[in-house]
Each structure stands twice: as structure tokens, then as C-alpha cells.
């Protein structure tokens, strides 16, 4: 029986499912309806939170291991959009993650377009990346895009105001976007996925061959290379005795370290290594970024393009034939460069649940090669891996070590998932701003 003076809630578990349907049913006059309609859409959302707080607990971990994340959207307004010249603004929004895509609806010939929507995704990863698109509607041609942002997973909490980027995630973009997120995940299950190959993602546009790229790439590498050079000219300056007091210490320090070393002291000290540098971070001790950052230089950025027309057929094929041999070489420069930074960012806890992995995983082998010897180790791996073939004689094998290092953003994703900051303003809302908000959308 449903009593009028509150609310009634009910949930039902669908059959051979993990899937959970919420009711919550309340009785009320029609006179009751427009002050009642906040307070229901509040025991809504309550209820929703609590079923997903509980369906993502650490305690029903192993009820759905395959079900790591769910993102929610609430899609407020646009603000300080451009005025144009010729016809009127029609601003939309395209959401984006993995390979899931909701729009928004079209608001016609508005500057302060508000929309007040709320949207869902099932997550797959959390390391996932979430891409808000500002896009003007046109009717003859392709609409403009007024600009982007990317925001990792990890970072979507609570109701920001970020400031747009162009198209390319480079510059600065036309617009700002008011948006709410929220992610339930599950600790556990985010980390057995991250060993799993990162799922691909069909919408994405092809890449294509870009000349400034190219030399983008080539200084990320020649800066990583530089920073091995010099770290041999110091091993170079320490053994030729340059400096007979540093030599003479570091000889006694090597033959100490040789001599009382044991294997299961590197993952040790690694994982502490980790874990105080993430305790500076926490306590606010100011850290650089890396020397790759700090040495590249400025026209990393510096987008030329030279176009040549009046070329013939016969060279357009030659041209393809380089393009595709040049697209090959860019790919390979990418993947080199983004290694050596990504092991770096692990260190800075660039990708939080990554980094925490690994310090977890460096403190526990370093506990398991205390007590086990390495060599039954080699022997359970050798045994998995002929296990695993001897199931699935078809499985495609894959290396975790890549596909842990696949979910740690290289140096140009961090960059794209930088927001933009006005000098003397902070992107996240002021306080005034967030009742301003609270107030408009209680009026909705």
C-alpha cells in the first residue's frame, strides 16, 4: 500500500541479471505538484546514489568483475558564447567516452543556452577519457565546432566551469561549458581491468600524417635521448675520476650496494618511491614536471603546414606512397616517446589508480621475492603461460606490462586534459557561483 504522506520505495532485481529497477512512488495533489517536484527529483537521485554506492562496494566486488564504472552527466549551460555575423547561434552538445555518444538537443539563436539534462554511461575502464564537443548547428553546411575539452575520468567531480579548447585540443576554443559529473567505480575491478587490452575505439577518426607532428615527435625523442646522455657523461665523469671525492664514495657505495643487495629490496625501494611521491604531493612539496617537459622546446607546439598544389598524377602516387611510409615513422616515434614518458608520469601519479597499483604491486613482490625463491617464480609464469595455451589454443596472448602502460597518459594527453586558467581565476566555481546555480535550477 502506498500511504500519501511519504514516499514509497521499491526495488526489484531482474531475473538471471545484476540489473536493479528503482520505483519510488508518492501520492499528491495536483495543488503539491510544483513544490513537491524538487524534493521528488532529490529522492530520486538519493536513491539512485544509494544503489550504485552499493552495486560499485568493495563487498559485492565479485558479484559482476566486468562491471567497473558509471559516469553521470549533468549537463547545466554554455556561457560567453561569440556573437556571429551572418545567420544565428545554435548551440548543441556531443558527449563522448569509449564507444558510447549522446547529443544534446539544439537550443536556436541563443548566447546562454541552458539545458539542465542529465545523462548516463556505462563505463568499460576507468581510465577512460570523457570529450564535451560545443558545436554550432548550420544549415548548409557542416557545423562548426566551438570548441572541446578532455577530461580523464578520474578528474570528473563535481560541478566545474571549464573553459574550452579549439577543435584540436590545442588552443584556446569559443565558449564555456557548466558541467556536473559524477563516477561510481569499483577500486578492484578497475585495477583486473587495467591488465586487459585497452578496447578500441571505433569512432575515432583515423590519424593522418602531419608534418609538425612529426617534428613534434622527433624532439620528444631527441629530449629523452639528451637526458641519456647526460646521465652516461655523469657515470662517465664519476668512473674516470674527474672528481676523486665523488669517485671514491660512489666506489665504496657501489661495492656496499653489490654486496649486501638482494633482489627483492629493488621492488622495495621502488614502491617507497612511489609512495613518498605521492606523499609530497598530498603535503604540497612543489615538484617539476619532467626533464622532457622542461627541455623541449616551445615549437613543440608550433603547428606549419605548407601546402603544395599543381602536382601531377604521377607524383601524387610517389607522394602517397612517402605519406604512408611518413604516417608508419610517426607512429613509431609517438609510441617510442610516449614509453620513456609514461614511466615517468607513473612516478608523478599523473594516473592515480595506475600509480597506486604499482606501488601496491612493487611493496607485495618485494614481500613474495623475501620469501619465495625468483626461480619458482619463473616456473608459475612459464606454467600460466602454458596453461593458458593448453585451454585456448586460439587465445590471443597479450603483454600486461603494455597494457598497464596504455592507461598512463603520455605527455601530449596531458596536455589535451589540461584545463585552461585565467590568471587570477580559478576554473572550479566559487561558492557564490554554485548557489547562483542551485538557485536557477530550483526555479526550473
Known amino acids: 500500500a502506498v500511504v500519501s504522506t511519504q514516499s514509497t520505495g521499491y526495488i526489484f532485481g531482474l531475473d538471471h541479471t545484476n540489473t536493479k529497477i528503482s520505483l519510488l512512488i508518492k501520492v499528491l495533489k495536483f495543488a503539491e505538484l510544483g513544490a513537491a517536484e524538487l524534493q521528488l527529483q532529490k529522492e530520486i537521485n538519493n536513491a539512485e546514489t544509494r544503489i550504485l554506492v552499493d552495486q560499485y562496494a568493495l563487498a559485492n566486488t565479485a558479484k559482476d568483475i566486468s562491471n567497473v564504472a558509471y559516469l553521470i552527466i549533468k549537463l547545466i549551460r ?80 563535481g560541478l566545474k566551469k571549464y573553459i574550452l579548447k579549439d577543435s584540436k585540443l ?105 609512495l613518498y611521491s605521492r606523499l609530497a604531493q598530498r603535503l604540497g612539496i612543489k615538484r617539476g614536471e619532467t626533464w622532457v617537459k622542461n627541455n623541449v622546446n616551445k615549437a613543440y607546439y608550433e603547428r606549419t603546414r605548407d601546402k603544395d598544389d599543381g602536382e601531377s598524377s604521377g607524383a601524387f602516387d610517389k607522394m602517397k606512397t612517402i605519406f604512408t611510409t611518413a604516417e608508419g615513422i610517426q607512429k613509431g616515434l609517438d609510441f617510442a616517446a610516449s614509453i620513456g614518458e609514461k614511466f615517468g608520469h607513473i612516478g608523478q601519479w599523473k594516473n592515480v589508480l595506475v600509480s597506486g597499483m604499482c606501488t601496491v604491486i612493487m611493496l607485495v613482490a618485494s614481500v613474495l621475492l623475501y620469501y619465495v625463491s625468483m626461480r619458482y617464480i619463473v616456473i608459475a609464469w612459464g606454467l600460466n603461460k602454458f596453461r593458458k595455451f593448453y585451454f585456448k589454443p586460439n587465445l590471443v596472448d597479450n603483454n600486461e606490462v603494455v597494457d598497464l602502460l596504455s592507461r598512463v597518459p603520455s605527455f601530449p594527453e596531458i596536455e589535451q586534459y589540461r584545463q585552461i586558467r585565467v590568471k587570477g581565476r580559478r576554473n572550479g566555481l566559487r561558492a557564490r557561483d554554485t548557489a547562483s546555480l542551485e538557485r536557477s535550477m530550483k526555479g526550473l
Request: a negative charge; proline letters at 6%.
Open 78 to 157: 554554455a556561457t560567453n558564447l561569440p556573437n556571429k555575423k551572418l545567420g544565428s547561434m545554435d548551440p548543441y552538445v556531443v558527449m563522448e567516452i569509449e564507444n558510447c555518444r549522446s547529443v544534446s538537443p539544439v537550443r536556436e539563436n541563443c548566447l546562454e543556452p541552458e539545458w539542465n539534462l542529465t545523462y548516463r554511461f556505462p563505463i568499460n575502464d576507468y581510465h577512460s577519457v570523457l570529450y564535451l564537443s560545443l558545436l554550432d548547428e548550420e544549415d548548409l553546411v557542416q557545423d562548426a565546432v566551438l570548441g572541446r575539452i578532455a577530461i580523464p575520468l578520474f578528474n570528473c567531480t
Open 170 to 274: 590545442e588552443g584556446t576554443g569559443k565558449g564555456e561549458l557548466v558541467v556536473e559529473t559524477q563516477v561510481f567505480y569499483n577500486p578492484i575491478r578497475a585495477a583486473v581491468r587495467t591488465f586487459s587490452p585497452k578496447e578500441e575505439i571505433i569512432m575515432k577518426e583515423p590519424a593522418k600524417f602531419d608534418i609538425s607532428l612529426l617534428q613534434r615527435d622527433v624532439k620528444r625523442i631527441t629530449a629523452q635521448l639528451e637526458m641519456l646522455q647526460d646521465m652516461g657523461e655523469g657515470l662517465d665523469q664519476i668512473i674516470r675520476w674527474r672528481s676523486k671525492p665523488l669517485s671514491l664514495v660512489s666506489m665504496v657505495v657501489f661495492v656496499l650496494v653489490v654486496y649486501y643487495i638482494e633482489l627483492w629490496m629493488v621492488p622495495l625501494v621502488l614502491g617507497l618511491l612511489l
